[in-house]
């Protein structure tokens, strides 16, 4: 028989040793118990881990500690560091690590197997390691290099009326860092919120998937999920009608796996060589640069497969008041592997808890006039206050030999699954419950992806979808650069073990000296083989793109049918009529109420 598999610990020492790595006791949060686990530290995070299967347990970011101190043995163990009394008191070799958690506090008891090995922990979690520098005393301000600044508003110059110096090199510094505060923004999705949060498995879904985050009730994962407008800049207003972006990233022990959608279960395309000229549309007129209501509601008439993301766009849903009174949805339809290497295809569904709210356009015109932050202060107020949003998840399943024989593409992004033949499936919940500390590193480097995937999920034929596995990660390298992965957001909370990935601009992780690793196999990322159908061409989709859309409308009441056709007579505001007419036509293959109360609601 094989012999049995190392422990972690010999694991992480043979391949991704960090600058700091061992075995310790640490005490339970819930449990009151003293544990055993594996800790590694490198320069942003402090992981612990089981100490024979690898499970980690819990991470420590080190830019939240404020204090480590050694304990002496029996001595009382803190409020802040357990919910229940310690079974044991302190031991030898102990100590103490105090973190920022919001308004509060949250300690951490640790014993170490000696003294010595005590002090390496203590110096080496020390505050200043990960943190900017502390101002020395008196509040002097420093360089860059830590060296005092001699003065911080007066500029070195040659005489009280003479040029000033080129050996300023402070004022010099200066300049240099705040000519350079800005990243290019993303191209859609520009201005966005972001929060932590924890993903919670609530029912077993193991029949469909192998993925370790979902292999278990009650399985809790950490996670972070950004929210955003999607055709505005970073100065956009949040309460502008417009899609929402929602892209979750669940920090699973085998790697993150990112779920980018929106707060629609479609889009306005179907085939991703339009994606660029649909977003212009969107964009400011290269000559005026004004936003173009002509331009887009031209590129609407002359593509159906629209309609159904005008009708939601144009409706209530349009203008949700909060990020937390609004669902999300993957939109793509993506897969599951399960433990038979059978494939299955599934839409992810995020269904909130504080129900739905929406603002009227003149609701939103207020609302602008007077906060154009209206939903990022209302979602950091919420967290801050202890007031956690909380999100059900559900997903579709298909059987992938369901494809080809139903009445729609299950890979048209323009389409969804009828619950009829599809039915909810609930999976857990996502509660958001930590507001980042820095908005710029974690909400503004937040680099998501739909290609990072792990064992268990992954992808489907949807066009869209395939296109969007390669530019998501391009725009992110072209935004902030080769080793992204390295920073604290987007950095997999698993040992990260990958040769290739040396050297660039801002490496700071630590590297193997190995340029290839060629007998590295790993089975379990493995798919079982996609069905093709068709020779290889320039397809033109033929489908229905009246009936969903149409379907939807029949279940609005008379007053939402009513704010639709104002909502859409507003936004057709000097747009010549034969673009209107064209519309319209559309409007009336999916109901003829619809072309109707429209044309009555242009007559106004």
Request: aromatic fraction near 10%; hydrophobic fraction near 35%.
């Amino acid at each position: 028989s094989p012999p049995p598999s190392p422990p972690l610990y010999y694991f992480l020492q043979t391949t991704t040793m960090p600058p700091i790595s061992g075995l310790l006791t640490k005490l339970g949060y819930k449990s009151g118990k003293w544990q055993p686990r594996y800790f590694t530290l490198d320069a942003n995070v402090l992981r612990y881990f089981t100490e024979h299967n690898g499970q980690m347990k819990g991470e420590i970011v080190v830019g939240s500690i404020k204090n480590v101190e050694k304990v002496a043995p029996g001595s009382p163990v803190s409020a802040d560091a357990s919910t229940t009394s310690p079974k044991k008191p302190v031991g030898p070799h102990a100590f103490r690590i105090v973190c920022k958690t919001g308004k509060s506090t949250r300690s951490y008891y640790i014993l170490a197997p000696s003294d010595e090995e005590r002090n390496k922990w203590v110096r080496a979690l020390q505050p200043q390691r990960g943190e900017e520098p502390k101002p020395v005393e008196g509040g002097v301000v420093t360089a860059k290099n830590g060296a005092p600044i001699a003065d911080q508003q007066y500029a070195l110059r040659a005489g009280k009326m003479g040029p000033v110096l080129i050996q300023d090199w402070q004022l010099l510094q200066k300049h240099q860092h705040f000519n350079r505060e800005r990243i290019p923004e993303r191209i859609v999705h520009a201005k966005g919120s972001g929060v932590y949060g924890v993903f919670t498995v609530t029912q077993d879904i193991t029949e469909f998937t192998k993925a370790s985050f979902l292999s278990e009730v009650g399985k809790k994962t950490e996670m972070f999920w950004r929210f955003s407008t999607v055709a505005g800049e970073m100065g956009a207003a949040d309460a502008e009608r417009d899609v929402r972006g929602c892209a979750l990233r669940f920090y699973t022990e085998e790697g993150n796996y990112d779920i980018v959608g929106n707060n629609t279960p479609v889009f306005f395309l179907r085939d991703p060589a339009l994606f660029p000229d649909f977003v212009h549309t969107q964009k400011r007129d290269v000559r005026t640069n004004l936003r173009d209501n002509v331009a887009a509601w031209k590129y609407w008439s002359d593509h159906p497969e629209s309609l159904h993301q005008v009708t939601i766009l144009m409706s209530d849903r349009g203008i949700p008041q909060t990020y937390r009174h609004m669902n999300a949805y993957g939109s793509h339809t993506l897969s599951f592997i399960n433990k038979d290497n059978q494939r299955f295809y599934c839409k992810w569904h995020f269904k909130t808890q504080q129900g739905h709210k929406h603002y009227t356009n003149a609701e939103a015109a207020e609302v602008v006039g007077r906060d154009r932050e209206s939903a990022q202060r209302d979602l950091f107020n919420a967290v801050e206050s202890g007031d956690f949003p909380r999100w059900t998840v559900f997903v579709q399943i298909m059987p992938e030999d369901d494809v080809g024989t139903t009445p729609f593409d299950p890979f048209d992004l323009t389409k969804v699954w009828p619950h009829k033949l599809y039915p909810l499936k609930e999976v857990g919940f996502v509660e958001l419950n930590r507001n980042v500390e820095n908005y710029f590193a974690e909400v503004e480097c937040a680099a998501f992806s739909p290609g990072n995937i792990v064992p268990g999920v992954g992808h489907s034929p949807d066009p869209v979808l395939q296109v969007r596995v390669f530019s998501y990660g391009d725009t992110q390298l072209y935004r902030l650069g080769a080793n992204h992965h390295m920073s604290a957001v987007n950095r997999p909370r698993c040992p990260l073990h990958n040769p290739q990935l040396r050297a660039g601009r801002m490496c700071m992780g630590n590297m193997t000296d190995a340029n290839f690793d060629p007998t590295h196999k790993v089975q379990s990322m493995r798919e079982p083989p996609l069905k093709l159908d068709g020779d290889a061409d320039r397809h033109v989709t033929v489908a229905d793109d009246y009936e969903q859309p149409g379907n939807l409308f029949r279940i609005f009441s008379d007053e939402q049918k009513q704010r639709l056709f104002n909502n859409i007579a507003d936004a057709m505001e000097g747009v010549p009529r034969e673009i209107i007419e064209a519309q319209l036509a559309h409007f009336e293959k999916a109901d003829k109420g619809y072309a109707e109360g429209v044309r009555k609601a242009l007559a106004k």
